[in-house]
C-alpha cells in the first residue's frame, strides 16, 4: 500500500556531499518505489508515519561480503592462527550446514541481526550446501530483506579439505546452476536473487572457474569471490597463473557480469586500470582486513582510479555486523594507512601520504557504492528507487547525544554513524515494507 | 549493606588466563569490600542478588584517559586536520565550561554514559576552570563512580590561546593546589580524588611544570598527563629539552607518585627503561592514536618491557566512550602494527615482527592493568579487593549471541568483550553499591 513518511533525512548523493532534508515528505508507491521527496511544507495530503523528535531517516546500508554460515562464529576466535581459524573452526562450522536444522537456527538470527543494524541488502556466501543455501534465500525473502545468496563452489584438491568440497568441477557447476534456477523460482520479484560463488581462486580448480565463467556468460547472474586479499593468496594465485587475481579472474569469464570482489587489499595500479574497465566492484572489509589482509586496502587510489567500491562486514572474518560501524573502520583505516604504524620508521615513510577519507565518502561507500557495484536503484531516497531505509533516534536516550548549542549537521551526521547502535535503530524498510520495528521505553 | 551475588564470573587474573567461575557466589561486606568468592555449592545462607542464565559478571572497567569537557564532541570533527580539530572546535569547547550551567548539563551525561558501559572507574582531564572541576567531582561523587578528576593546567604563551590558558605558572599551581584540597574536603571516603593535570609539555611553561612537581611531592596526589603522542609533540619536547617526554617529565618530578602518561606510541626502547623504575604508567588509547597519534602504540614491547600499562578512551579524540571497544580496539591495533598497512611494501619490512597482542591481555589492561597503574584494589573480583563489577547479558536478544553446540568459554569472552553493546550491560556496581540498572523487556 502507497504511504508517506514525514521527517529529516541525511544521505549522500556524492562521496563529497552530505544532504540533509530537513521535514520532507517520502511517498512511496505500492511497488516499493519512492515517487516524490518534497519539502514538507509544499505536501498536500495525509501523513502515514511522522518521525518524533530526534529521528532521522537515512537510506538502507548494503553489505557485499557476508558469510551466513559464520554467523556463528562472529565475535570469536580472531586470536588464532589463520591455518586454525580456517581448519579448526571456519570450515567445520560451514560443513555443519549439511544439516538443515542446524541452518533452521541459524538464519533466522543471521537475517534479524542483519536488518535490525539497517543492513536492508546483503550479498551472501553461503555453504556449498543446496539445501542450506536454499533455505537461506526463503530466510531472507520471508524476513524481507533485500539479498544476493550464493551457493560456496570450491572443488580444488589441496586447498579445501575432503570433508568441506565440491566432489568434482563438474558437479559443482551443476550444484550452481542448479541453485540459481531454484532461487529465481522461489522470488520471482526478484528481492532475493543467485549469485555464482566461487570461494576464492585457491579453492578452485581452473574447470570449476572455467564452468562458473560459463555459466555467468549464460545466466547473467552476477558473481562473487575473494580477490587480492593477503599476500598470501595475491602470490599464490600470481604463481599459478603469473597474473594477479584481478587478471585472472578476468579471463576466466568472471568480471563480465556485476561481480562482488571482496578485500582487495593487495590490488595494484595495473589491477585498478582491470577492474575499471569491467562491471566488477569491490567489497571493502576494512576491520577483517586487519586481521587476515596484512594491509589496508588503499581506498582513496582504487577508487580515484575509477574502480566501484562499497563496504563489507565479512562476517565473521570480520568480527562487527554493523555497516555504519564498517563506515568508521573504513575512515579510520585510511588514516592509519596515511600515517604508518610502526613510529620506530621516519615519519615521511610510514605510511601512504594522500589515503585518508571522511566519513561522508564512506557512507556513499555503504549506500550508493553498494548499489552502483551490485547495479540496484536503491542507495539514494529519491524518486525513481526503492525505498529502502531505516530509521535512527538520537538524543538524551540513545548512543548518539544531540548537542544543540554545538552541533551542525556535519557533526550530528559523523556522531550517528560511529555512534549509533542496534538499540538505537527503531524502524527498517526495504523495498516499501517496514521489516522491523524495536519498541522504546 | 552487606549482600551476596551468585553467577558466573569472567575476568583476568594475569594477562595470559581467562578464568571462569561458573555458579560461584560473591559476599560483598558493608564497606564494599569482597570478603569472599565461593562456589555456589560450597556457600551457605541467602544469596540477595542471583544472576539470570546468560549473565556474566565481569570486574569494573577502568578508563584512564577522558577530556571530560569534550563529551559534547564525542563522535564528530575527526575528519578536521588536527589544527582546526584543536583550535577551532576543541579548546573553544573546553573554554565554556568557564559557564557552570554548561558543565551541569555536560558532567550528568558523562558520568551517567560512562557508568552504563561499565566504566567504574574514570582518570578525568576536567577543564582549567576550578568551579566546573569541582562540579564534575560532586557529579562523580553523586552517581557513585570511582574518579580521579584533574583541574587542567596550561600557561604557555605558544602552546595555548589566550582566550583558553592559565594567567600564570604561579596562580595556575595554586589553582591546582586549591582543586586538591576542594576534591579531598569533598569526598573524604577517596571514591572520587583529585590528579595533577599538566596538559602536556608543550601547553605547559618550565615554571608551571616545575610547580606541579613540586605539588606532586608536598600532596602526594597523582599526576596525568600526555607523553610522546604524535610525531610533532614527541620532537618538540626532544627540541625543548634535548630529551624525551618521558625524561622531561622525570626531571620535573612528575613521575614520582602513581601517574598516568596517556598515549605514548612514540617511547623509545631507551624511554621503557625510564618508564619502568618510576611509578608512572600508560594510558593505552588505541582508537584515538589512529586519528592523532600517526603511529601504534607498540603494547608488547612496552609491557614486556615491565612499564605498567591501562587503557584509555580519549574521549573525545577517540570517538568510542566503550572500554571494551578499546580492548577490541586494542587487538585490532596490535595486527595493524605487526603486519603493516601499505601492501606496496615488502611483507617483510611491512610491519613489526611479533606485536600482536590477544583479547585476554587487552581485556586485562582495561581491569587489572589500570588498577596497577592507578594503586587500586580492584580489577579481579577476589577476596579484600573492592567490588566494582558489572553484569553483561548474552543470548537470543543481546549483542552476544550464544550456540552452546559451538562455543568453549574462550569463545564466549571474545565475543562479550568485542559486541557487548550498552544495552547489554543490565547492573554496575561500585564499591558495593549498585550505582545502574538497565531493565530489559
Given at each position: 500500500m502507497a504511504f508517506t513518511i514525514r521527517g529529516t533525512i541525511m544521505q549522500t548523493p556524492t562521496a563529497e556531499h552530505l544532504q540533509v532534508l530537513q521535514d520532507h515528505v517520502v511517498t512511496v508507491s505500492d511497488d516499493g518505489v519512492i515517487s516524490s521527496v518534497v519539502p514538507g511544507s509544499a505536501h498536500e495530503g495525509s501523513v502515514e508515519v511522522t518521525l518524533a523528535e530526534g529521528e532521522i531517516l537515512l537510506p538502507g546500508l548494503i553489505d557485499?561480503?557476508?558469510?551466513?554460515?559464520q554467523w556463528p562464529q562472529l565475535?570469536?576466535?580472531?586470536?588464532?592462527?589463520l591455518e586454525d581459524w580456517l581448519f579448526e573452526h571456519t570450515f567445520p562450522l560451514e560443513a555443519r550446514f549439511a544439516d538443515l536444522s542446524f541452518a533452521a537456527e541459524v538464519w533466522p538470527s543471521l537475517v534479524g541481526g542483519l536488518l535490525g543494524l539497517g543492513t536492508t541488502t546483503a550479498v551472501y556466501y553461503s555453504s556449498i550446501h543446496p539445501g542450506a543455501t536454499q533455505a537461506l534465500a526463503a530466510e531472507c525473502l520471508r524476513q524481507g530483506q533485500r539479498a544476493f545468496v550464493g551457493r560456496v563452489a570450491m572443488d580444488h584438491l589441496e586447498g579445501t579439505p575432503e570433508w568441506y568440497r565440491d566432489s568434482d568441477a563438474r558437479s559443482a557447476v551443476e550444484a550452481s546452476h542448479q541453485s540459481i534456477v531454484d532461487i529465481e523460482a522461489l522470488d520471482p520479484s526478484g528481492l532475493v536473487r543467485p549469485i555464482i560463488t566461487p570461494r576464492f581462486i585457491p579453492a578452485c580448480s581452473d574447470a570449476l572457474l572455467e564452468g562458473l565463467g560459463e555459466l555467468a556468460a549464460s545466466s547473467g547472474a552476477l558473481v562473487q569471490t575473494h580477490c587480492s586479499e593477503s599476500d598470501w593468496e595475491h602470490q599464490y594465485v600470481i604463481e599459478r597463473y603469473g597474473v594477479t587475481d584481478s587478471v585472472a579472474l578476468e579471463r576466466f569469464g568472471?568480471?563480465?557480469?556485476?561481480s562482488v570482489l571482496a578485500?582487495?587489499?593487495?590490488?595494484t595500479p595495473d589491477d585498478d586500470l582491470v577492474l575499471a574497465g569491467t562491471n566488477a566492484g569491490i567489497a571493502h572489509c576494512p576491520l577483517s582486513n586487519s586481521y587476515f589482509g596484512n594491509a589496508v586496502f588503499p581506498l582513496r587510489r582504487v577508487t580515484d582510479a575509477g574502480v566501484k567500491v562499497g563496504l563489507g562486514t565479512d562476517i565473521a572474518g570480520g568480527a562487527d555486523p554493523s555497516l555504519l560501524a564498517q563506515c568508521a573502520y573504513a575512515v579510520t583505516g585510511s588514516r592509519m594507512l596515511e600515517d604508518?604504524?610502526?613510529?620506530?620508521?621516519d615519519a615521511e615513510s610510514r605510511g601512504l601520504v594522500s589515503s585518508r577519507v571522511d566519513m561522508i565518502k564512506a557512507f556513499y561507500l555503504a549506500t550508493v557504492g553498494g548499489a552502483d557495484v551490485l547495479g540496484l536503484?536503491?542507495?539514494?531516497?529519491?524518486?525513481?528507487?526503492?525505498?529502502?531505509a531505516f530509521v535512527v533516534r538520537t538524543g538524551d536516550?540513545?548512543?548518539?547525544?544531540?548537542w544543540p548549542e554545538l552541533d551542525d549537521d556535519e557533526a550530528v551526521f559523523e556522531r550517528l554513524v560511529r555512534l549509533a547502535r542496534a538499540s538505537d535503530i527503531v524502524s527498517v524498510w526495504v523495498n516499501g515494507t517496514e521489516v522491523q520495528t524495536r519498541q522504546v521505553s
Amino acid at each position: 500500500m502507497a504511504f508517506t513518511i514525514r521527517g529529516t533525512i541525511m544521505q549522500t548523493p556524492t562521496a563529497e556531499h552530505l544532504q540533509v532534508l530537513q521535514d520532507h515528505v517520502v511517498t512511496v508507491s505500492d511497488d516499493g518505489v519512492i515517487s516524490s521527496v518534497v519539502p514538507g511544507s509544499a505536501h498536500e495530503g495525509s501523513v502515514e508515519v511522522t518521525l518524533a523528535e530526534g529521528e532521522i531517516l537515512l537510506p538502507g546500508l548494503i553489505d557485499l561480503h557476508v558469510h551466513a554460515p559464520q554467523w556463528p562464529q562472529l565475535g570469536s576466535r580472531l586470536d588464532k592462527p589463520l591455518e586454525d581459524w580456517l581448519f579448526e573452526h571456519t570450515f567445520p562450522l560451514e560443513a555443519r550446514f549439511a544439516d538443515l536444522s542446524f541452518a533452521a537456527e541459524v538464519w533466522p538470527s543471521l537475517v534479524g541481526g542483519l536488518l535490525g543494524l539497517g543492513t536492508t541488502t546483503a550479498v551472501y556466501y553461503s555453504s556449498i550446501h543446496p539445501g542450506a543455501t536454499q533455505a537461506l534465500a526463503a530466510e531472507c525473502l520471508r524476513q524481507g530483506q533485500r539479498a544476493f545468496v550464493g551457493r560456496v563452489a570450491m572443488d580444488h584438491l589441496e586447498g579445501t579439505p575432503e570433508w568441506y568440497r565440491d566432489s568434482d568441477a563438474r558437479s559443482a557447476v551443476e550444484a550452481s546452476h542448479q541453485s540459481i534456477v531454484d532461487i529465481e523460482a522461489l522470488d520471482p520479484s526478484g528481492l532475493v536473487r543467485p549469485i555464482i560463488t566461487p570461494r576464492f581462486i585457491p579453492a578452485c580448480s581452473d574447470a570449476l572457474l572455467e564452468g562458473l565463467g560459463e555459466l555467468a556468460a549464460s545466466s547473467g547472474a552476477l558473481v562473487q569471490t575473494h580477490c587480492s586479499e593477503s599476500d598470501w593468496e595475491h602470490q599464490y594465485v600470481i604463481e599459478r597463473y603469473g597474473v594477479t587475481d584481478s587478471v585472472a579472474l578476468e579471463r576466466f569469464g568472471l568480471l563480465q557480469t556485476p561481480s562482488v570482489l571482496a578485500h582487495a587489499g593487495h590490488l595494484t595500479p595495473d589491477d585498478d586500470l582491470v577492474l575499471a574497465g569491467t562491471n566488477a566492484g569491490i567489497a571493502h572489509c576494512p576491520l577483517s582486513n586487519s586481521y587476515f589482509g596484512n594491509a589496508v586496502f588503499p581506498l582513496r587510489r582504487v577508487t580515484d582510479a575509477g574502480v566501484k567500491v562499497g563496504l563489507g562486514t565479512d562476517i565473521a572474518g570480520g568480527a562487527d555486523p554493523s555497516l555504519l560501524a564498517q563506515c568508521a573502520y573504513a575512515v579510520t583505516g585510511s588514516r592509519m594507512l596515511e600515517d604508518g604504524v610502526n613510529s620506530a620508521v621516519d615519519a615521511e615513510s610510514r605510511g601512504l601520504v594522500s589515503s585518508r577519507v571522511d566519513m561522508i565518502k564512506a557512507f556513499y561507500l555503504a549506500t550508493v557504492g553498494g548499489a552502483d557495484v551490485l547495479g540496484l536503484p536503491v542507495g539514494i531516497l529519491e524518486a525513481g528507487r526503492a525505498f529502502d531505509a531505516f530509521v535512527v533516534r538520537t538524543g538524551d536516550q540513545t548512543s548518539v547525544r544531540r548537542w544543540p548549542e554545538l552541533d551542525d549537521d556535519e557533526a550530528v551526521f559523523e556522531r550517528l554513524v560511529r555512534l549509533a547502535r542496534a538499540s538505537d535503530i527503531v524502524s527498517v524498510w526495504v523495498n516499501g515494507t517496514e521489516v522491523q520495528t524495536r519498541q522504546v521505553s
